[in-house]
């Protein structure tokens, strides 16, 4: 039962995170979608008749119309190298260089960062809390426990402190050197839970306490995300807007 009620959790939480990247990634895609759209079919209408006026462009427009001459020519090169800088990515990714680097990469975002250290504690924290509470040794626990975090830079942050708690430490001050797991005030809670030989309950309740949190979080960050890519996206289009209407501004004085 114990095992059961892990993994709905652990389900119910990857899909709370993935549902909250799905909206900006869709938005993301649209963005690129308009971009090529104005850089393939609409700049080159303008570019016709800015070629009949003779006259020096602003830097804005040459800038635009530079941009729509390249992904119009070697559009098929620049998505052909794309992919293949794509395949040599993943490639490397899948290797154990590769996913320490990611990871690392993604524990240092200012928003992302936080959010995966505190869903590896969430998840470091019910396994141990469910093992213990199974009558499993905290040694062993901790091991099985650091495994199922899924950051191997994290995981090897763990396994530091897992050496001081073979060697008679307590647990609470071991986690202490984890910094990007453990704050104060979680670890002042694992040290009274330890005295006081409840630390597997206590554990379930911060795991729980967690993802709570980082539900909330996960909303105010997509709520954040909506409006900055909405952004984004005008900021794009309007450029454009701008570098096309300029030029237009002048056409009568270049025709007189």
């Not at 690392?104 to 213990?132: E, H, N, W």
Request: glycine share 8%.
């Amino acid at each position: 039962n114990q095992i059961a009620d892990f993994q709905m959790r652990e389900k119910e939480l990857k899909g709370k995170v993935m549902t909250a990247m799905l909206y900006p990634a869709i938005l993301l895609f649209l963005a690129l979608g308009v971009l090529a759209f104005l850089l393939v079919f609409f700049i080159p209408k303008f570019q016709t008749i800015f070629a009949g006026i003779g006259a020096e462009l602003p830097l804005l427009t040459r800038i635009i119309i530079g941009a729509s001459d390249i992904i119009r020519n070697y559009g098929l090169f620049v998505a052909a190298a794309v992919a293949v800088a794509t395949v040599f990515i993943r490639k490397w990714l899948a290797t154990e260089s590769g996913q320490r680097s990611k990871e690392m990469i993604l524990l240092r975002l200012p928003i992302m960062g936080p959010l995966v250290a505190k869903y590896a504690m969430a998840r470091f924290c019910r396994m141990l809390g469910t093992l213990l509470g199974s009558g499993v040794a905290l040694i062993n626990s901790l091991s099985v426990a650091a495994r199922a975090i899924g950051n191997q830079v994290l995981t090897d942050a763990i396994n530091e402190s897992i050496e001081g708690v073979k060697q008679g430490k307590s647990l609470a001050p071991c986690l202490g050197k984890c910094k990007e797991l453990f704050v104060g005030s979680t670890l002042e809670m694992i040290a009274v839970a330890e005295e006081s030989s409840r630390l597997d309950e206590e554990l379930v309740r911060i795991s729980e306490v967690t993802e709570s949190d980082l539900d909330r979080q996960l909303k105010t960050a997509v709520a954040l995300t909506e409006p900055l890519m909405l952004f984004f996206i005008a900021a794009f289009v309007g450029t454009i807007f701008l570098g096309m209407v300029i030029p237009i501004f002048s056409l009568q004085d270049h025709i007189k």
